[in-house]
C-alpha cells in the first residue's frame, strides 16, 4: 500500500498569511494526488486533483504543485473560512489512502 | 444539483452489523462509480470500497477481510455499504461519495453517518 505522509499535523496562521503544507507518498504516484479541505462536523470538499488542477468554483488562493512523492498545497492571503483541515489523498492505484490531515489554527 | 442523502446515524453492539444506504440526485446515477470512506474519531479517511453504479462491479479494502458489501438499487438510485462483524473499532463516519469522471477522487460528498459500536 502506499503510504501517505502530511506535515505539519497542525499549523498555526494569521489571517492574510501564506501556508504551505507537504504531503509524501511512500512510492512515486505521479501527479495522481487530490487535496480536500473539511471543517469540523462535515464532509470534505475537493479542492484540487492532479496534483495542481483546481476544482471549479474553489479560490485561486489555493495552489497545488508537486509530482513522483512529494506535493504541495500552498494558501496564500489566508481567509477566515480557510481555517479546517486538509487532507491529501493518492489515486494512482488501489488502495486509495489518504494523508493524515493538517489543522490550520488561527494564531 | 448533485446531492448524495444518506440514512441516520446507527447505534450497533459488538458482533452485529448494519446497512448504511447513500441515496443520489441530480445526475445520471448509472453512469458513475460510487465509493465508501469512513472516518472514525479523531482519524484519517479511510477507504473501504467501491461499485460501478452501471456494471454492479465492486472491489473492497483487504483491510476489512471480506466484512463489507456494497451493493445498489438503480431503480431508486440508491448505494448501499453492509458492514457486518462490528466492533468498537468500527465507530466512525461513514462517507459516500462519488468518483469523478477523471480518476479515483472524489467530487461530491454524502453528508456522513455516525455509526456507533458499544455494548
Known amino acids: 500500500d502506499i503510504q501517505m505522509t502530511q506535515s505539519p499535523s497542525t499549523l498555526s496562521a494569521s489571517v492574510g498569511d501564506r501556508v504551505t503544507i507537504t504531503c509524501r507518498a511512500s512510492?512515486?504516484?505521479?501527479?495522481?494526488l487530490a487535496w480536500y479541505q473539511q471543517k469540523p462536523g462535515k464532509a470534505p470538499k475537493l479542492l484540487i486533483y492532479?496534483?495542481?488542477t483546481l476544482e471549479s468554483g474553489v479560490p485561486p488562493r489555493f495552489s497545488g504543485s508537486g509530482s513522483g512523492t512529494e506535493f504541495t498545497l500552498t494558501i496564500s492571503n489566508l481567509q477566515p473560512d480557510d481555517f479546517a483541515t486538509y487532507y491529501c489523498?493518492?489515486?494512482?492505484?488501489?488502495?486509495?489512502?489518504f494523508g493524515g490531515g493538517t489543522n490550520v489554527e488561527i494564531k | 444539483q448533485v446531492q448524495l442523502v444518506q440514512s441516520g446515524a446507527e447505534v450497533k453492539k459488538p458482533g452485529a452489523s448494519v446497512w448504511v444506504s447513500c441515496k443520489a440526485s441530480g445526475y445520471s446515477f448509472t453512469g458513475y462509480t460510487i465509493q465508501w470512506v469512513r472516518q472514525a474519531p479523531g482519524q484519517r479517511l479511510e477507504w473501504m470500497g467501491w461499485i460501478s453504479v452501471g456494471s454492479g462491479v465492486t472491489q473492497y479494502s483487504q483491510g476489512f477481510q471480506g466484512r463489507v458489501t456494497i451493493t445498489r438499487d438503480t431503480s431508486a438510485s440508491t448505494a448501499f455499504m453492509y458492514l457486518s462483524s462490528l466492533t468498537s473499532e468500527d465507530t466512525a463516519v461513514y462517507y459516500c461519495?462519488?468518483?469523478?469522471?477523471?480518476?479515483?477522487?472524489?467530487?461530491?460528498w454524502g453528508q456522513g453517518t455516525l455509526v456507533t459500536v458499544s455494548s
Open positions: 461519495v462519488r468518483e469523478t469522471l477523471m480518476g479515483a477522487f472524489f467530487d461530491y
Open positions: 489523498q493518492h489515486y494512482d492505484s488501489y488502495p486509495l489512502t
Open positions: 492532479k496534483a495542481s
Open positions: 512510492q512515486s504516484i505521479s501527479s495522481w
